[in-house]
């Protein structure tokens, strides 16, 4: 009951800072506020998983399956609280798809059942790390477009960061983390069923990565042929002068 207490008043504080924000931020729009939020969790989520995970311990690639800590309790009530703010948000506003929908559901259920069972923290806090360490990169791109900016070397460097962390952590580290938890025998068996479930929607999202990937491959390919192009006319005209 009191874990409860405790996640509806995180869950107020931070759709308190998203009022507080559209307030103090009122010629924004209201995306823009939401995301400022959605970055703010991204970066704190990400450092206190990594402080657990390389820190604190257990190493969840070796101890999946343990009592859950109070620190782990702690980042997990932090991003059970954004989560069901920022779903009813996408919900309201219908700005998000059926894909990143069901991500938030099931980070919602995963947390509240690793919450209930008392267990299992450092697998939960290890795949928060993995999903939130490109957020911040993902907030950036679309503060960029937003200010005329993403098509600038900022721009470029925010994306290929963003494709490369995705598969590193994503797929790599979190296709590593998914066997180590499915070959131990203390995860119970839902917790190793949310582990594909979560690994099973990484892939799906890898999809679209990849589709994006290569529209920015043609697009880069074509910028270069028409700086080549340019020059090779402008040397032509300065020629005939």
């Known amino acids: 009951m009191a874990l409860l207490v405790v996640c509806g008043l995180c869950l107020c504080c931070w759709a308190s800072f998203y009022f507080t924000l559209c307030y103090v931020n009122g010629s924004r729009s209201y995306e823009w506020n939401c995301r400022l939020v959605t970055l703010v969790h991204g970066i704190l989520a990400v ?7 390389y820190v604190d311990g257990p190493w969840p690639f070796t101890y999946p399956g343990t009592p859950n800590t109070p620190l782990q309790i702690s980042a997990m009530v932090l991003s059970l609280g954004y989560f069901i703010f920022d779903m009813a948000w996408c919900v309201y506003f219908r700005t998000e798809g059926a894909v ?7 980070s919602i259920l995963g947390i ?21 360490v490109t957020n911040p990169l ?4 679309w503060f960029l477009k ?9 721009g470029d460097v925010v994306d290929v960061v963003f494709v ?35 690994y099973t929607l990484s892939w799906v999202f890898m999809v679209d990565i990849v589709r994006f990937a290569r529209r920015k491959s043609k697009s880069w390919h074509k910028q270069q042929q028409d700086c080549q192009d340019s020059v090779a006319i402008n040397g032509h005209d300065w020629k005939k002068d």
């Open 112 to 132: 509240l059942l690793t919450l209930w069972l008392g267990e299992s923290g450092i697998e939960a806090c290890a795949v928060l790390f993995g999903s939130e």
């Open 164 to 198: 490369l962390l995705f598969v590193l952590m994503r797929i790599f580290v979190g296709g590593t983390m998914l066997y180590c938890e499915l070959s131990s025998p203390r995860p119970r068996f839902f917790i190793k069923c949310g582990g594909v479930a979560m």
């Open 138 to 141: 993902l907030q950036a791109r």
């Open 47 to 53: 450092c206190i998983t990594a402080y657990i995970g």
């Open 100 to 106: 990143m929908l069901a991500h938030h559901t099931m």
């Open 146 to 154: 937003q200010t005329g900016r993403y098509g600038t070397l900022l």
